[in-house]
């Protein structure tokens, strides 16, 4: 099993700018990719970005390319990945979910990913 825990969502205004962080705990030596998606109320969750945990490819949702970044730190085990959200805009306001998967090619299908935190709420006001 792989745990996941979620940090770093508030409250912003439009052109400010956040840093989630995602630790994973537990089983991690099978997960080779590891992704943050998002949920508004009313809309499907939607991949935002995901990041091979080796090698560090990326991929990226067309409505954050340019204003979001994926990261990952490796160092002495921490699994630890990070997403740095710049220019947020009202409509980035969702819950925020980091997710991890065994898959061995980077998607941001929510059906490739096994594993889920419990999310973390992003708001971000005119």
């Known amino acids: 099993q792989v745990q996941l825990l979620e940090s770093g969502g508030g409250s912003v205004q439009a052109g400010g700018s956040l840093r989630l962080s995602c630790a994973a705990s537990?089983?991690?030596?099978?997960?080779?990719?590891m992704g943050w998606f998002r949920q508004a109320p009313g809309k499907e969750r939607e991949g935002v970005a995901a990041?091979?945990?080796?090698?560090?490819?990326?991929?990226?949702g067309d409505s954050v390319k340019d204003r979001f970044t994926i990261s990952r730190d490796n160092a002495n085990a921490k699994n630890t990945v990070y997403l740095q959200m710049n220019s947020l805009k009202p409509e980035d306001t969702a819950m925020y979910y980091c997710?991890?998967?065994?898959?061995?090619?980077?998607?941001?299908?929510?059906?490739?990913?096994?594993?889920w935190g419990q999310g973390t709420q992003v708001t971000v006001s005119s």
């Open positions: 537990g089983d991690t030596s099978r997960v080779n990719v």
């Open positions: 997710a991890a998967s065994h898959q061995l090619v980077v998607t941001l299908l929510p059906i490739d990913f096994g594993y």
């Open positions: 990041i091979y945990t080796t090698g560090g490819v990326t991929y990226y």
